[in-house]
């Protein structure tokens, strides 16, 4: 949801801003992870247009509370793997065997 509702109506903004004339934001890159939106802004003007279109944005769901923060705020994630082996050896043998 937060993908589909942000990403359209974020597209949108930049489509009226090219149809007035009116220089649209750039972005290096758009990522989605879990739920959070990581957008890398071309420059400053193109962060300062993504404050003030996000805040803008007050409908796209109940609820929704939206920021714009830089990367250095946001939580790490972390990723682990688990191995669990199998049993040992012979555990059938001695694992309520009769």
């Known amino acids: 949801m937060l993908q589909n509702g942000l990403m359209g109506a974020l597209n949108r903004q930049l489509e009226q ?3 007035s004339g009116r220089q ?3 972005f290096k890159g758009i990522k989605y992870a879990g739920e959070i ?3 890398t802004c071309e420059g400053e003007m193109s962060l300062e247009w993504l ?3 996000v805040r803008a944005l007050t409908a796209l769901w109940e609820g929704a509370q939206l920021n714009v923060v830089p ?3 946001l939580p790490r994630l972390v990723r682990a793997t688990l ?3 199998g049993p040992p050896f012979g555990a ?3 694992m309520g065997s009769s």
Do not use: G, H
Request: proline fraction near 5%; aromatic fraction near 4%; include cysteine.
């Open 71 to 73: 990367l250095a705020q």
């Open 83 to 85: 191995w669990i082996p």
């Open 17 to 19: 801003c090219l149809a």
């Open 24 to 26: 649209a934001a750039t």
């Open 37 to 39: 939106l990581r957008i």
């Open 92 to 94: 059938s043998d001695t």
């Open 51 to 53: 404050k003030q279109t």
